[in-house]
């Protein structure tokens, strides 16, 4: 399947995805969102850890870029809710996100993404997301 | 008869009213990076209770042209809400971290619109913190965002 959607495009037109520096990568098995680490995305500077806050909108973002990648739609969804696990800490070190779309309506779509760190079995935190599709939106068979 | 299979019963009261106010309490926004990197500012807080206000900023929109705050904003305020609600009841014998977080957005925020967020824990335990929170633009009773919450305390005391 070709892919006409530009996810460097989509990044490039969130100011907040540019803030947090969001890097995406399409593989066989969809996207690969990376968060690169920097200091200023810590939450906890004892052990030191990466901000729950920023794990989660991270993993948002992956929902976001694999939904555009499934679907070719580059128009932005909104957000309805998200439910976030936080397994353990997130070291301040790089992370990585793949999304999974759990169920694609014409208004609402379920998405389910996963963070992890040096191992991808060994997650660090779980995010839920609804969003509320744009209208219009016609998912591509 | 408590036993270690029992859910912290040892707390029978909502674990609230026991909490003291902690006037450090505002360290935890002034001195966390991330919050400081969204230029998070501390409002105010008192025992098992904390507000935050996120000034709007541009770089922090979700969408260019929109001038509304990405939805990723506000999870960070909602969890910096309630971890100072905590730290503001239990000062530093708790190193609080988040167990899961939920939050329903019940409408986009204004544009251009600052942030704020109030959380409180309604119920404490041992072990845990169960938290409310709310943020909003212009009121309080018409919030942007609802949020559900429960934190592990790693209370420093032994158990």
Redesign the interface.
């Known amino acids: 399947m070709s892919n006409p959607v530009d996810l460097d495009a989509i990044i490039a037109?969130?100011?907040?995805?540019?803030?947090?520096n969001i890097r995406a990568e399409i593989d066989a098995r969809g996207v690969l969102a990376i968060l690169p680490v920097r200091?200023?995305?810590?939450?906890?500077?004892?052990l030191p850890a990466?901000?729950?806050?920023?794990v989660?909108?991270?993993l948002?973002?992956a929902c976001l870029l694999q939904l555009a990648h499934e679907t070719g739609t580059a128009s932005?969804p909104?957000?309805?809710?998200?439910?976030?696990?936080?397994l353990r800490?997130a070291r301040r070190e790089d992370t990585y996100a793949r999304a999974r779309i759990r169920r694609l309506g014409r208004r609402v779509a379920t998405i389910h993404a996963e963070a992890w760190q040096r191992d991808e079995d060994t997650p660090v935190c779980l995010l839920q997301s609804h969003v509320r599709l744009p209208s219009g939106f016609s998912a591509r068979e | 008869m408590t036993g270690d299979t029992n859910f912290d019963n040892d707390i029978r009261t909502d674990g609230v009213a026991d909490m003291i106010d902690n006037p450090y309490a505002s360290r935890m926004v002034e001195y966390t990076p991330y919050a400081v990197a969204l230029g998070m500012q501390y409002v105010s807080s008192s025992a098992g209770r904390g507000t935050i206000l996120l000034p709007w900023r541009a770089d922090l929109v979700g969408q260019d042209g929109t001038d509304i705050l990405a939805p990723g904003v506000l999870t960070a305020l909602i969890d910096h809400a309630c971890g100072l609600a905590i730290m503001a009841g239990l000062g530093f014998e708790a190193a609080p971290a988040t167990l899961d977080l939920r939050i329903d957005h019940m409408r986009p925020a204004a544009p251009r619109a600052s942030i704020t967020c109030s959380a409180h824990v309604y119920k404490a335990t041992r072990t845990i913190a169960f938290l409310r929170a709310e943020a909003w633009d212009v009121s309080p009773d018409d919030p942007v965002a609802a949020a559900q919450a429960a934190f592990t305390l790693n209370r420093r005391e032994a158990k």
Not at chain 1, 13 to 20: N, T, V
Not at chain 1, 78 to 86: C, L, P, Q, W
């Open positions: 037109a969130s100011p907040f995805h540019r803030f947090l200091d200023e995305l810590v939450g906890n500077v004892m990466l901000h729950g806050g920023s989660a909108a991270f948002e973002i932005p909104r957000a309805i809710n998200i439910s976030v696990e936080y800490p």
